[in-house]
């Protein structure tokens, strides 16, 4: 029996979630209702990179040992069922490394400087919870396409980075909207959000694969409905 990996289990349980959610309407009862356009800033935190590289003695695993700093985006959507909303995701987040770790034999903190920033396009579904007041908790996720950059210095070119590598990215999130005036919203959430099996080339072309490229984000947006 072929093995299922943890990216493709991982994929096939966050597609199960979105079809859990999705209300179970009839498409002559789909419409797009109540568009919106907005952004959102928010702080990242528990940033997490690592990777394995070959070397002639052995196998050596490399902690990017990132630190959260700040994420942006802009988001395109529309209500298509009474519970539930499509979205569109455009966003850019960046994180600081100012040391790697190294570890084969031995392991070693390696000085850096330098970031590890990401682009993410991703297609998301919330299902909002009614409540007796204009206060609407929703859960979902999204899956899409994410790029990250790795621009690291270090003393060490095999731990140096000016290198990208891209694919299939999933988040899961959660939180909380309520109106502002006619048509805005305030839009308050935690994501968190992984893409898997990327690969980075150092600068004495050391490759390191199955980099799981993973994060999380508290956020604050504002949507204009039209």
Do not use: C, H
Not at 61 to 90: I, M
Request: net charge negative.
């Amino acid at each position: 029996m072929k093995k299922i990996t943890k990216p493709k289990m991982r994929t096939y349980q966050l597609l199960t979630l979105l079809a859990v959610l999705l209300p179970s309407v009839s498409s002559a009862e789909m419409a797009f209702t109540d568009m919106y356009v907005g952004g959102f800033a928010g702080t990242v935190f528990g940033v997490d990179a690592e990777g394995e590289g070959a070397f002639p003695l052995g196998p050596v695993s490399l902690d990017f040992d990132p630190d959260g700093q700040y994420a942006l985006g802009l988001v395109f959507g529309a209500r298509v069922a009474p519970n539930f909303r499509a979205e569109v995701e455009l966003s850019y987040s960046n994180s600081d490394v100012d040391k790697t770790t190294v570890a084969g034999t031995v392991s070693n903190d390696i000085d850096a400087d330098g970031d590890l920033s990401s682009t993410s396009l991703l297609i998301n579904g919330w299902y909002e919870f009614e409540t007796k007041s204009s206060w609407r908790p929703y859960v979902g996720g999204g899956i899409g396409y994410t790029k990250v950059d790795a621009d690291i210095d270090t003393a060490p070119s095999f731990s140096t980075f000016n290198d990208s590598d891209g694919g299939f990215s999933y988040q899961i999130g959660f939180g909380v909207t309520f109106p502002v005036g006619q048509s805005g919203t305030i839009d308050i959430g935690y994501r968190y959000r992984e893409t898997p099996n990327l690969k980075l080339v150092s600068a004495n072309d050391t490759a390191f694969d199955d980099i799981d490229f993973k994060s999380q984000t508290l956020q604050i947006g504002y949507n204009f409905r039209f």
